[in-house]
Structure formats: structure tokens, C-alpha cells
């Protein structure tokens, strides 16, 4: 009797979820092939592993740009000196005057220094910055490229799918009726067979 239980349980629990499955299967509102190419287009991670691609091949364009803009540079200098000089014995002789052991004394004291700068540089004609920016302008076109191929490949792999499941419809929707056939004509046969 316990084994009867449980497989009426199962059977009742299988009932169960399977209805659970029909009513939302029937509830749920079919997608049209529009609908279906804008979710994979949110949701598909290939696409989107393009799309930052893209992003990137967008700023090597700007670093193509940025090699033929001026450079600025600027600098600042400051600094403290202490400074003591002594010269004994100097002589000095001009006509109008001569003088023999003289001493000179010199010294700074908290001498401040204070410089600046500021500087611009523009490359005119640098034929490493040409190759260099050619290279990132054809590396964000091949990007570029890429990202097109991306969106056939979405758009294929979507249309492909999504009529796979419309053909499928239609072979489930042909084999349910044909089922329903076989059905009818075994009910009239039984019929037939019953009554002689």
C-alpha cells in the first residue's frame, strides 16, 4: 500500500507541475523576430565582448589625434644659497691709482633663487608620429569591422534560431494533429469493432 501512495503522490505532483507548465506556456506572449534580435542584442555575451571592443578602437582614433597636438611642458625651480668669499692681497694698479693688500669680503646670506618656465612643443613633420597614428587608425578601423561582423553574425544566429523554433512549432502543430487523426480514426474503429 505505501508503494500505491507515493506513486499516486508522484502522479498527482507530475499532474501538477505539468499544468503549471501548459498555463504559463499558453499565457506567454509569442516574439516576433524584432523582439528576439533586441533581447539577444542586450544579453548575447559575444556581442558585447564587441561592443567594448568598438569602445576601445574609439579611443585609439583620439590617441591618433593626440599625436599631432602641441605639447606643453613647464617647469619651476626654487632654492636657499649661502655664500662666503674672501680674497686677501689683491692688487689693483691704474694709472690714476695703485693700491697694495687689499681684502675683499663677500657673502650672501639666505640668498633665495626663484625660476620657471613654461615651454610648447609642436611636431610640424614627424614621420614616426605618421606611422604611429596610421597604425591606431587602421587598428580602430579593423575594430570597426569586426563590430559588423558581429552584428551579421548576431543577426544570423538570431533569424537561425528563431525560425528553427517557428519550424518546430509547425511540425509539433502538424504532428498534434495528426495525432488528434490517429485518435479519431481508432475511437471509430473501436467503434466499428464494438458493434460488430
Not at 544579453?43 to 583620439?62: F, H, L, M, S
Not at 681684502?103 to 610640424?124: A, H, I, M
Request: with cysteine; hydrophobic share 40%.
Amino acid at each position: 500500500m505505501p508503494q500505491l501512495i507515493c506513486k499516486s503522490r508522484r502522479f498527482v505532483f507530475g499532474a501538477l507541475l505539468l499544468s503549471a507548465m501548459w498555463h504559463s506556456a499558453s499565457v506567454a506572449q509569442p516574439m516576433d523576430l524584432l523582439d528576439t534580435w533586441r533581447l539577444a542584442l542586450s544579453n548575447d555575451p559575444e556581442y558585447r565582448a564587441e561592443q567594448a571592443a568598438v569602445e576601445a578602437g574609439g579611443e585609439q582614433r583620439n590617441q591618433a589625434r593626440s599625436l599631432w597636438l602641441p605639447i606643453i611642458g613647464a617647469t619651476a625651480t626654487a632654492g636657499r644659497a649661502r655664500s662666503t668669499t674672501s680674497t686677501e692681497g689683491a692688487q689693483f694698479i691704474t694709472p690714476d691709482m695703485s693700491s697694495k693688500d687689499v681684502e675683499f669680503n663677500t657673502s650672501v646670506r639666505g640668498g633665495d633663487l626663484y625660476s620657471y618656465g613654461l615651454g610648447v612643443k609642436q611636431p610640424v613633420l614627424d614621420r614616426a608620429r605618421l606611422a604611429q597614428g596610421r597604425q591606431l587608425r587602421l587598428s580602430a578601423e579593423v575594430t570597426d569591422l569586426q563590430w559588423q561582423s558581429a552584428q551579421q553574425n548576431l543577426l544570423l544566429k538570431v533569424a537561425q534560431r528563431y525560425f528553427a523554433v517557428l519550424l518546430a512549432r509547425e511540425k509539433v502543430g502538424f504532428l498534434t494533429q495528426q495525432q488528434s487523426q490517429v485518435d479519431l480514426i481508432q475511437r471509430e474503429t473501436q467503434e466499428r469493432f464494438e458493434l460488430g
